[in-house]
């Protein structure tokens, strides 16, 4: 079977390569400046360990990225800088220009590219998240066909580079900017002492992100990225000559709430 570099296997990462591993596919991750709890996934998801980048790139056929959206970049150019000549699957939350500048990089050093976008939680006994696809049909079925017979739902679209992506930052557009409008509500109402009657009515009304009061500790831990992620979205609204500065405004509040956050683990 193909050998797969995985570009980095963060909690999604490690757990959609896993699902490779199962195949009996052979799957490679480099452990330079990764951090312990990393190693710690990769071994517990079967990845095999190499030196360096220089050698996964080498032994790779095909590179999944699946980083914090900021990072995707970078990855995309240090991998392009070692003249990958293979299938790289761009699988962050990011805008379909930033995928068409990822592409172009790597395309000019001789990688063909798919673009990719995950939807769901991490794959687990419970759980299948959907992996959809554009670009070159022959490419995509490739993926696609990795993917067969894994809780990773494999499915094509018929668009070109950028389709993937965008459908991703639609649905990232409402899940975390619906987040961030919940979190801001529930600042509100304690700022009057009314948060049970609030959750009260968010439960008669069907609110869900409102009355999931529960969920608040996550999304803290999360904001940090999802901040990135909002950022993608107002980007790809603005090319699209569509209103932001709702999507800007969410992004905003879960800066605040990373922040928050970080200073409550800092404490001793």
Not at 104 to 115: I, K, M
Not at 179 to 198: F, I, K, M, N, S
């Amino acid at each position: 079977m193909t050998t797969v570099g995985i570009l980095h296997p963060g909690s999604m990462g490690a757990a959609v390569a896993g699902e490779l591993t199962i195949r009996g596919v052979d799957v490679l991750w480099c452990p330079q400046g990764r951090s312990a709890a990393t190693a710690d996934r990769a071994a517990r998801f079967g990845l095999e360990p190499v030196r360096t980048l220089r050698e996964l790139v080498d032994r790779s056929a095909l590179v999944i990225s699946l980083c914090p959206s900021d990072a995707a970049e970078p990855v995309a150019t240090a991998v392009a800088d070692l003249a990958f000549g293979g299938l790289y699957v761009e699988a962050n939350a990011i805008s379909p220009d930033r995928v068409a500048r990822i592409a172009e990089l790597l395309v000019a050093r001789g990688a063909s590219v798919v673009d990719g976008a995950v939807v769901g939680s991490p794959p687990s006994a419970t759980r299948s998240p959907h992996l959809y696809l554009s670009g070159a049909s022959a490419e995509v079925a490739q993926v696609a066909r990795l993917f067969e017979g894994t809780k990773v739902q494999a499915r094509a679209l018929p668009g070109a580079l950028g389709q993937a992506s965008g459908l991703k930052l639609s649905y990232t557009a409402y899940q975390k900017a619906s987040r961030a409008l919940a979190a801001v509500a529930h600042a509100l109402a304690d700022e009057y002492d009314v948060t049970p009657e609030l959750l009260d009515i968010a439960r008669e009304h069907g609110a869900r992100h409102l009355a999931d009061l529960d969920y608040a500790p996550d999304v803290a831990a999360k904001a940090q990225r999802w901040t990135a992620e909002l950022h993608e979205v107002t980007d790809a609204l603005k090319s699209a000559g569509l209103p932001a500065e709702m999507v800007s405004a969410a992004a905003t509040v879960m800066f605040r709430l990373s922040t928050a956050h970080g200073d409550r683990q800092a404490r001793p």
